[in-house]
């Protein structure tokens, strides 16, 4: 019924790039926040990036400058490319749905995204 698909994490040399998918199930309705975290071993879970329902958008300051974040409203889906990458962007990415006034709070099960020589 809920379901939270990630997809596009890999392995890259650094300054390449990825391009990260999440789809939410149809059945979520009223998503106000889709959002990336990462989390790599031994460190946090940070944010990465989210997008609002009207586009606002937040970055953190390690990848603003390389990292853009985007949604598909009718398909439920929130993208972020990646470019640039360097070896500090390995971990784990999970995707994260919220809806309008804390109703949920889904996560995907994470893609790993690798950056190695």
């Known amino acids: 019924q809920v379901q939270i698909v990630e997809s596009g994490g890999g392995s890259v040399q650094p300054g390449g790039s990825l391009t990260l998918s999440c789809t939410a199930s149809e059945s979520i309705f009223s998503i106000y926040i889709m959002g990336w975290y990462r989390q790599a071993p031994g460190k946090q879970r940070e944010l990465v990036a989210l997008i609002t329902s009207n586009t606002n958008s937040d970055y953190a300051d390690s990848v603003k400058d390389r990292f853009f974040i985007s949604r598909d409203n009718a398909e439920n889906t929130v993208y972020l490319q990646m470019d640039r990458l360097k070896p500090e962007d390995t971990a784990v990415y999970y995707c994260?749905?919220?809806?309008?006034?804390?109703?949920?709070?889904?996560w995907g099960q994470g893609t790993q995204v690798t950056v190695s020589s």
């Open positions: 994260n749905v919220r809806g309008y006034v804390d109703l949920y709070n889904y």
